[in-house]
């Protein structure tokens, strides 16, 4: 039955205020006796304009800086139009501002005035996450699924019979609420046809993000779940998720010894190079693009952009010194971590990765050969030198100091080549 509410009518919704001033944006016409699916989502969509209408003026205010974060981590330069929906309930239930999100703000600003299920259900929205979930068994309207990373059973209750893809395994990355003894997705749902390798991908990384950050499951995806989201993307997307790690090891004169002799003797790895003080090893077979192990005078930096390298390098630097002890600098799965007296080292790998980079592409004024070609010919040194002092000069007339100093550890690297 569907009945029609006056605007000057209490809201159905239980507030107290008058039908105009609170839910008359959901619609003019209210279905008071809904099946439970309807019932649930008329509840949060309600809540949802409630937060949003009270808070206008903050979410303009956050809502860039916040998609940026939110979407950091998404391979590629477009965001996919069904990630928004996912977006909007990050931002109002799980976005920390000024120590807690819009959602708890709201029910410390409201709980006197709430009707006891919005309030319940509020709470249960305030206390929702992201995470992904393998579907077990469809029972029609309700979803049988299993979440890959805590593995707990739910069944979710759908608006309709779900017609299932002829997929092998199916992977939902969603938020799941309970509302009224109900649990249903609340906002998109994104869906991967998933193999054995990206639900091993998924696993590994999670796993990974759990050891580097000593947090629970819940807490991580709670609190970031914009890594989450990029862990599942590159997963759905098949693409290597460049974690840009960098740990330092602090080392004694045997250690340090120990280190490079176990390096020199192993065919798997290659000295490459000495710049600024250290010892540069290069291991033959790389996943990702980029993987090195540098070696100082007091310690050495280790330094890859994906899991499998990451994974490598340290289970060498473990062969070469039972008793090590790594310290994490860098990792895009911890944001805002690099200390200002470790911010050096990091640079430093940034101007040798970028001089990896820029001898292998191609230059215009090199007649579109890349640098290592060049070297390779008579005065080709020469020649790239000349076209870096240039570069040099550009950059100094601009003020761009953090690019002369790239450039010339690149001038560096080119006189010892």
Known sequence: ????????????????????????SLGDIIELNADPWIKSNQVMSALKMKLEKNFKTTTRKVRLDARQKFFRLIPGNT?????EAIFSDWLWFDLEIHGHSMGVDYLKQHDDSLAPIMEQSLIALNQSYLSVYQVIENKGCLLKVKDILSEESIEILLKEPWEAPDWVSILLMGRIVRIMENSIFSGMVLFMNASKEQINFIDDHVKHWKVLTNKNILELFKSHGEILLGIFDH????YPMKLQELYCIYLNEQEREALKAGLDSDFEYCYVYHTEGFDWYEPRQLHGDYARIAIGNELALCTAEVLNDIESLIAKLKNCLLNIETKLIHSM????????????????VLKDKETV???STPQE??????PHELLLQDNGKERILVYL????ENAAKNELE???DILGYIRTRVKIS
């Open 1 to 24: 039955m569907k009945t029609k509410i006056g605007r000057n009518s209490p809201c159905p919704c239980g507030s107290g205020k008058k039908y105009k001033n609170c839910c008359q």
């Open 79 to 83: 965001v996919p139009a069904d990630h």
């Open 235 to 238: 997963a759905y997307q098949k």
């Open 333 to 348: 799965l911890v944001p805002d971590m690099l200390a200002a007296n470790e911010a050096p080292y990091w640079f430093l």
């Open 357 to 359: 980079r820029w001898l």
């Open 365 to 370: 004024e090199l007649n579109n050969q890349t």
């Open 389 to 392: 002092e240039g570069l040099m």
């Open 402 to 404: 953090d690019m002369q």
